[in-house]
């Protein structure tokens, strides 16, 4: 193999894409770092230089996953043009949809990768909490809600949403994913007295 000199963030990019490929066609416990250097045409070491191992790999896939997916809702949060409900309503439907059309979609919603996707909303909890702790912190000493904990809020109100993102897509009733997110958004307005 003749050796091609890249910028590491560049090659550390091409690594973490060819192995969220591997990851969905082969599965992640089927894919090894011998078959991520092999997909490149690079030899294993390389693979290694920027990762320690595959988990790794995932790891920094999911995270900046979880970043790519909260940016439209980080947005939204923070476009004080709008009122805090509008900003409220407006956030849920985004995350629904934002996903769609990211470049990890497809792993992340194959069947039989449902715990996979269970990490990867807990890490867009993790990266979302502080903005939106944020923001009910400032609408609090504005007077516009009453909360004691912001924080504890946040969790409370992005946990609930994800138990949505982990159901089926109409409830027992009959309600789509979409409109059982629009109640979701009701519920919270009602919560925040907003």
């Given at each position: 193999m003749s050796r091609v000199l890249k910028d590491p963030e560049v090659r550390k990019q091409e690594i973490l894409d060819t192995a969220m490929k591997l990851f969905h066609e082969k599965g992640?416990?089927?894919?090894?770092?011998?078959d991520i250097a092999k997909a490149m045409n690079v030899v294993p070491g390389l693979c290694y230089r920027y990762f320690s191992?595959?988990?790794?790999?995932?790891?920094?896939?999911?995270?900046?996953?979880a970043?790519?997916?909260?940016?439209?809702?980080?947005?939204?949060?923070?476009?004080?043009?709008?009122?805090?409900?509008?900003?409220?309503?407006?956030?849920?439907?985004?995350?629904?949809?934002?996903?769609?059309?990211?470049?990890?979609?497809?792993?992340?919603?194959?069947?039989?990768?449902?715990?996979?996707?269970?990490?990867?909303?807990?890490?867009?909890?993790?990266?979302?909490?502080?903005?939106?702790?944020?923001?009910?912190?400032?609408?609090?000493?504005?007077?516009?809600?009453?909360v004691d904990n912001p924080e504890l809020m946040t969790k409370f109100i992005l946990f609930g949403e994800a138990a949505l993102l982990l159901s089926p897509l109409v409830d027992a009733q009959g309600n789509p994913l979409e409109e059982q997110v629009k109640q979701t958004q009701d519920y919270i307005c009602k919560l925040l007295d907003i």
């Open positions: 992640y416990d089927a894919t090894s770092i011998a191992s595959k988990h790794e790999i995932f790891d920094m896939a999911i995270k900046e996953y970043k790519e997916s909260c940016q439209d809702a980080i947005a939204i949060i923070q476009d004080r043009t709008k009122s805090f409900k509008e900003r409220i309503e407006t956030c849920g439907l985004i995350m629904l949809h934002k996903e769609d059309n990211s470049k990890h979609h497809d792993f992340f919603h194959n069947a039989g990768n449902e715990t996979f996707h269970l990490q990867l909303i807990i890490e867009m909890i993790n990266y979302l909490t502080p903005y939106i702790s944020k923001e009910l912190s400032v609408q609090n000493n504005a007077g516009e809600i009453a």
